[in-house]
Protein backbone atom coordinates (compact mmCIF):
# COMPACT_ATOMS: atom_id res chain seq x y z
CA UNK A 1 0.00 0.00 0.00
CA UNK A 2 1.14 3.21 -0.83
CA UNK A 3 2.15 5.47 2.24
CA UNK A 4 0.06 8.56 1.32
CA UNK A 5 -3.04 6.55 0.91
CA UNK A 6 -2.87 5.91 4.66
CA UNK A 7 -4.57 9.10 6.56
CA UNK A 8 -3.90 9.95 9.96
CA UNK A 9 -7.02 11.42 12.28
CA UNK A 10 -7.31 12.76 15.92
CA UNK A 11 -8.87 9.48 17.43
CA UNK A 12 -11.97 11.50 19.46
CA UNK A 13 -13.77 9.70 22.18
CA UNK A 14 -16.89 9.99 20.06
CA UNK A 15 -19.68 7.09 20.18
CA UNK A 16 -19.48 6.41 16.31
CA UNK A 17 -15.76 5.93 15.53
CA UNK A 18 -15.49 3.96 19.09
CA UNK A 19 -17.59 1.22 17.53
CA UNK A 20 -15.27 1.49 14.66
CA UNK A 21 -12.28 0.97 16.86
CA UNK A 22 -13.70 -1.85 18.91
CA UNK A 23 -14.34 -4.04 16.33
CA UNK A 24 -10.94 -3.66 15.00
CA UNK A 25 -9.43 -4.11 18.53
CA UNK A 26 -11.81 -7.17 18.58
CA UNK A 27 -10.02 -8.34 14.72
CA UNK A 28 -6.65 -7.74 15.52
CA UNK A 29 -5.57 -9.00 18.58
CA UNK A 30 -6.30 -12.29 19.54
CA UNK A 31 -8.15 -14.05 22.21
CA UNK A 32 -4.57 -13.81 24.56
CA UNK A 33 -5.57 -10.37 25.05
CA UNK A 34 -8.05 -10.25 27.68
CA UNK A 35 -9.75 -6.80 26.08
CA UNK A 36 -10.91 -9.65 23.56
CA UNK A 37 -12.82 -11.16 25.79
CA UNK A 38 -14.61 -8.04 26.36
CA UNK A 39 -18.30 -7.52 25.01
CA UNK A 40 -18.66 -5.20 22.86
CA UNK A 41 -20.65 -2.53 25.18
CA UNK A 42 -17.61 -3.33 27.76
CA UNK A 43 -15.44 -2.44 25.36
CA UNK A 44 -17.00 0.49 24.33
CA UNK A 45 -16.79 1.67 27.60
CA UNK A 46 -13.17 0.91 28.02
CA UNK A 47 -12.21 3.08 25.03
CA UNK A 48 -14.14 5.73 26.50
CA UNK A 49 -12.21 6.19 29.40
CA UNK A 50 -9.01 5.43 27.69
CA UNK A 51 -9.81 8.61 25.23
CA UNK A 52 -11.15 10.74 27.45
CA UNK A 53 -7.98 10.60 29.64
CA UNK A 54 -5.15 10.02 27.20
CA UNK A 55 -3.11 12.98 25.67
CA UNK A 56 -2.36 11.63 22.24
CA UNK A 57 -4.97 9.36 20.65
CA UNK A 58 -4.49 8.98 16.25
CA UNK A 59 -6.54 6.31 13.86
CA UNK A 60 -5.44 5.31 10.36
CA UNK A 61 -8.03 5.51 7.80
CA UNK A 62 -8.14 4.05 4.19
CA UNK A 63 -10.60 5.16 2.20
CA UNK A 64 -13.58 5.27 4.66
CA UNK A 65 -12.13 2.08 6.62
CA UNK A 66 -10.31 2.61 10.04
CA UNK A 67 -7.22 0.60 9.83
CA UNK A 68 -5.02 1.36 12.64
CA UNK A 69 -5.35 3.28 15.79
CA UNK A 70 -2.82 4.18 18.81
CA UNK A 71 -2.80 5.81 22.21
CA UNK A 72 -0.43 7.06 24.17
CA UNK A 73 -0.06 9.14 27.49
CA UNK A 74 1.22 9.32 30.93
CA UNK A 75 -0.80 7.72 33.90
CA UNK A 76 -2.67 5.58 31.98
CA UNK A 77 -2.63 2.84 34.42
CA UNK A 78 -4.79 4.79 36.94
CA UNK A 79 -7.16 4.99 33.80
CA UNK A 80 -7.07 0.89 34.09
CA UNK A 81 -7.52 1.21 38.04
CA UNK A 82 -10.82 3.29 37.73
CA UNK A 83 -12.21 0.89 34.88
CA UNK A 84 -11.55 -2.43 36.59
CA UNK A 85 -13.37 -0.60 40.21
CA UNK A 86 -15.80 0.51 38.08
CA UNK A 87 -16.92 -2.86 36.44
CA UNK A 88 -15.37 -4.77 38.57
CA UNK A 89 -18.53 -7.47 38.95
CA UNK A 90 -18.39 -7.94 35.22
CA UNK A 91 -14.82 -8.28 35.20
CA UNK A 92 -14.61 -10.91 37.70
CA UNK A 93 -17.37 -13.01 35.94
CA UNK A 94 -15.01 -12.63 33.20
CA UNK A 95 -12.28 -13.60 34.88
CA UNK A 96 -14.06 -16.85 36.16
CA UNK A 97 -15.08 -17.74 32.82
CA UNK A 98 -11.33 -17.18 31.44
CA UNK A 99 -9.64 -19.12 34.19
CA UNK A 100 -6.21 -18.99 32.57
CA UNK A 101 -5.96 -14.73 33.11
CA UNK A 102 -7.07 -15.57 36.53
CA UNK A 103 -4.04 -17.07 36.97
CA UNK A 104 -2.13 -14.58 34.98
CA UNK A 105 -3.48 -11.65 37.33
CA UNK A 106 -2.57 -13.56 40.65
CA UNK A 107 0.61 -14.28 39.15
CA UNK A 108 1.24 -10.83 38.29
CA UNK A 109 -0.15 -9.97 41.79
CA UNK A 110 2.27 -12.47 43.68
CA UNK A 111 5.61 -11.03 41.43
CA UNK A 112 4.14 -7.63 42.58
CA UNK A 113 4.41 -8.21 46.44
CA UNK A 114 7.31 -10.77 46.16
CA UNK A 115 9.70 -8.51 44.29
CA UNK A 116 9.25 -4.79 44.33
CA UNK A 117 7.54 -3.42 41.36
CA UNK A 118 9.78 -2.32 38.51
CA UNK A 119 9.33 1.01 37.04
CA UNK A 120 9.67 2.06 33.93
CA UNK A 121 12.06 5.67 33.41
CA UNK A 122 9.65 6.79 30.88
CA UNK A 123 5.78 8.37 32.36
CA UNK A 124 4.73 8.96 28.60
CA UNK A 125 3.98 5.63 27.32
CA UNK A 126 2.50 3.99 24.03
CA UNK A 127 0.09 2.29 25.87
CA UNK A 128 -2.05 1.06 22.62
CA UNK A 129 -1.18 0.59 18.95
CA UNK A 130 -2.98 -1.95 16.27
CA UNK A 131 -3.56 -1.69 12.83
CA UNK A 132 -4.07 -4.17 9.87
CA UNK A 133 -1.28 -5.54 7.99
CA UNK A 134 -1.84 -8.00 4.73
CA UNK A 135 0.02 -7.72 1.66
CA UNK A 136 -2.26 -5.17 0.72
CA UNK A 137 -1.55 -2.47 3.37
CA UNK A 138 1.70 -2.29 5.08
CA UNK A 139 3.38 0.44 7.06
CA UNK A 140 0.44 1.63 9.21
CA UNK A 141 1.82 0.57 11.95
CA UNK A 142 5.09 2.61 11.07
CA UNK A 143 3.05 5.41 10.17
CA UNK A 144 1.41 5.64 13.38
CA UNK A 145 4.77 5.55 15.67
CA UNK A 146 6.34 8.51 13.15
CA UNK A 147 3.24 10.60 13.87
CA UNK A 148 3.23 10.06 18.10
CA UNK A 149 7.00 10.41 18.00
CA UNK A 150 6.70 13.83 15.63
CA UNK A 151 3.99 15.40 18.41
CA UNK A 152 6.08 14.10 21.53
CA UNK A 153 9.73 16.12 19.70
CA UNK A 154 7.73 18.81 18.83
CA UNK A 155 6.57 18.68 22.61
CA UNK A 156 9.98 18.52 24.05
CA UNK A 157 9.56 15.32 25.21
CA UNK A 158 13.24 12.80 24.66
CA UNK A 159 11.74 9.44 25.18
CA UNK A 160 9.17 7.29 25.49
CA UNK A 161 8.49 3.26 27.00
CA UNK A 162 6.24 0.96 26.22
CA UNK A 163 5.52 -3.07 27.67
CA UNK A 164 4.67 -5.69 25.29
CA UNK A 165 3.73 -9.54 26.19
CA UNK A 166 6.39 -12.09 25.95
CA UNK A 167 5.06 -13.93 23.50
CA UNK A 168 3.82 -11.20 20.77
CA UNK A 169 7.01 -11.84 18.55
CA UNK A 170 5.28 -9.90 15.67
CA UNK A 171 4.85 -6.78 18.32
CA UNK A 172 8.24 -6.89 19.37
CA UNK A 173 10.42 -7.19 16.13
CA UNK A 174 7.86 -4.51 14.88
CA UNK A 175 9.50 -2.38 17.93
CA UNK A 176 12.77 -3.66 18.09
CA UNK A 177 13.09 -2.48 14.02
CA UNK A 178 11.77 1.03 15.03
CA UNK A 179 14.31 1.49 17.23
CA UNK A 180 13.22 0.34 20.25
CA UNK A 181 15.82 -0.55 23.40
CA UNK A 182 14.49 -3.08 26.10
CA UNK A 183 14.51 -1.51 29.48
CA UNK A 184 13.40 -5.00 31.59
CA UNK A 185 11.32 -7.85 31.66
CA UNK A 186 8.80 -8.86 34.21
CA UNK A 187 7.11 -12.40 34.81
CA UNK A 188 4.41 -11.46 31.51
CA UNK A 189 6.17 -8.52 29.76
CA UNK A 190 9.03 -6.79 28.09
CA UNK A 191 9.54 -3.03 28.72
CA UNK A 192 11.27 -1.00 25.76
CA UNK A 193 11.93 2.57 26.22
CA UNK A 194 13.29 4.58 23.10
CA UNK A 195 15.04 8.16 22.62
CA UNK A 196 13.65 10.37 20.50
CA UNK A 197 16.37 12.63 19.04
C1 LIG B 1 2.52 -4.67 15.83
C2 LIG B 1 1.77 -3.94 14.73
C3 LIG B 1 1.12 -2.67 15.28
C4 LIG B 1 2.77 -3.58 13.62
O1 LIG B 1 2.13 -2.80 12.63
P1 LIG B 1 2.31 -3.08 11.06
O2 LIG B 1 1.40 -2.14 10.36
O3 LIG B 1 2.12 -4.54 10.82
O4 LIG B 1 3.83 -2.74 10.82
P2 LIG B 1 4.46 -1.94 9.58
O5 LIG B 1 3.91 -2.55 8.31
O6 LIG B 1 4.27 -0.50 9.76
O7 LIG B 1 6.01 -2.32 9.73
C5 LIG B 1 7.00 -1.38 10.13
C6 LIG B 1 8.35 -2.04 10.08
O8 LIG B 1 8.40 -3.11 11.03
C7 LIG B 1 8.69 -4.33 10.36
N1 LIG B 1 7.88 -5.38 10.95
C8 LIG B 1 6.55 -5.37 11.18
N2 LIG B 1 6.14 -6.54 11.70
C9 LIG B 1 7.26 -7.31 11.75
C10 LIG B 1 7.52 -8.65 12.15
N3 LIG B 1 6.56 -9.45 12.60
N4 LIG B 1 8.79 -9.12 12.08
C11 LIG B 1 9.80 -8.35 11.61
N5 LIG B 1 9.62 -7.06 11.21
C12 LIG B 1 8.37 -6.57 11.28
C13 LIG B 1 8.28 -4.10 8.92
O9 LIG B 1 9.01 -4.94 8.04
C14 LIG B 1 8.62 -2.66 8.71
O10 LIG B 1 10.00 -2.50 8.46
P3 LIG B 1 10.51 -1.51 7.28
O11 LIG B 1 10.15 -0.13 7.74
O12 LIG B 1 11.96 -1.76 7.19
O13 LIG B 1 9.74 -1.92 6.06
C15 LIG B 1 0.66 -4.85 14.07
O14 LIG B 1 1.28 -6.01 13.58
C16 LIG B 1 -0.47 -5.25 15.02
O15 LIG B 1 -1.49 -4.57 15.08
N6 LIG B 1 -0.31 -6.36 15.76
C17 LIG B 1 -1.41 -6.86 16.66
C18 LIG B 1 -1.67 -5.96 17.83
C19 LIG B 1 -0.46 -5.85 18.74
O16 LIG B 1 0.16 -6.85 19.07
N7 LIG B 1 -0.13 -4.61 19.14
C20 LIG B 1 1.03 -4.32 19.96
C21 LIG B 1 0.85 -4.62 21.39
S1 LIG B 1 -0.07 -3.37 22.22
Do not use: W
Request: glycine share 4%; proline share 1%; hydrophobic share 40%.
Amino acid sequence: MNKTEIKILPLTADENLIGKITSLHKQIFDKDHFTARFDEKLLNKYFYLLLSNSSYKICAFKDQEVIGYLIAGEKLDNVLKKFSKEYFIRLIILLLKNPRFLLEKFLGLMTRLIRKNKKSKADMRLFLIASKHDENIKGVGKTLIENLEKHLIEKGITFYGLSVRKHNQQAINFYKRLGFIEEFITHKSIYFIKKLS
